[in-house]
């Protein structure tokens, strides 16, 4: 009996050994396939690097090329011409002043012709369609004509302002000259040519001071009165003292 029970134990612990190996062979065959199918998954799911371009570089290059476009289209449509601007160099706060500029691809023509002796000539490079922008911190500026126009071969296209001076002192304005370039199946974009300043001085301007102050004095009248009268009194009753030195000086002199 007692050689059969070990067998039957030996018997048992064998079985038993060999359904643990094929339970533990099965788990590294289900993880290894688990494994794969991550790594398969995985791999088709991660971005594999084959020349995709993103948004941002599109839109990128897309500028680049359109730039090129116009500076290219800007270059074949330019030529020498000439530019006369008419600005005042002295102006009065509140007198309305017009301005006057004109420009020509004919490097012939007298562009100066029936403008004020403050006008000036300077070559400059145009196209068929220009702008003129006409700005200054200190003036009202109006337009009188058209900022877009069009420069046919050997003519004269001119701009317009009425410019009004705001306040007193050295003031600036600025001219600016824009060519129009336009390419297939792109909107048309102003391309700035030339910049040009201008100083201008500009006095006060009696009448419209008593027009900016007239309420003051109205208010202030009785003060005034009192400081003019007392002026008076005093340059009547030294009258004679002052009318001496005057003669002293004039004698000396």
């Given at each position: 009996m007692r050689y059969r029970s070990r067998e039957q134990h030996f018997f048992i612990y064998t079985c038993i050994l060999v359904i643990i190996l094929a339970l533990l062979v099965g788990c590294?065959?289900?993880?290894?396939?688990?494994?794969?199918r991550?790594?398969?998954?995985?791999?088709?799911?991660?971005?594999?690097?084959?020349?995709?371009?993103?948004?941002a570089t599109t839109a990128s290059q897309n500028y680049k090329i359109a730039q090129d476009a116009y500076s290219a289209t800007l270059k074949e449509t330019l030529r020498p011409g000439q530019i006369a601007f008419d600005i005042a160099k002295q102006m009065k706060v509140a007198e309305n002043e017009v301005i006057e500029v004109r420009v020509t691809d004919n490097l012939q023509r007298d562009l100066k012709?029936?403008?004020?002796?403050?006008?000036?000539?300077?070559?400059?490079?145009v196209t068929s369609f220009l702008g003129a922008e006409l700005t200054g911190a200190s003036f009202e500026i109006k337009p009188l004509s058209q900022k877009k126009q069009i420069l046919a071969?050997?003519?004269?296209?001119?701009?317009?302002?009425?410019?009004?001076?705001?306040?007193?002192?050295?003031?600036?304005?600025?001219?600016?000259?824009?060519?129009?370039?336009?390419?297939?199946?792109?909107p048309e974009v102003p391309a700035c040519l030339e910049t040009f300043s201008r100083d201008v001085t500009v006095a006060v301007n009696p009448s419209n001071w008593l027009g900016q102050n007239w309420k003051w004095i109205v208010e202030n009248w009785s003060t005034?009165?009192?400081?003019?009268?007392?002026a008076s009194v005093f340059i009547v009753a030294r009258w004679k003292w002052i009318k001496a030195l005057f003669r002293k000086k004039t004698s000396k002199s």
């Open positions: 590294d065959g289900g993880g290894g396939g688990g494994g794969s991550n790594e398969t998954t995985s791999q088709q799911g991660e971005p594999t690097d084959t020349g995709a371009v993103t948004p012709a029936g403008l004020s002796k403050d006008a000036k000539t300077q070559p400059i490079d071969q050997g003519r004269v296209v001119k701009w317009l302002w009425n410019v009004t001076p705001t306040e007193a002192g050295s003031q600036k304005l600025f001219l600016e000259i824009c060519a129009y370039i336009s390419i297939k199946d792109k005034l009165a009192a400081v003019l009268t007392g």
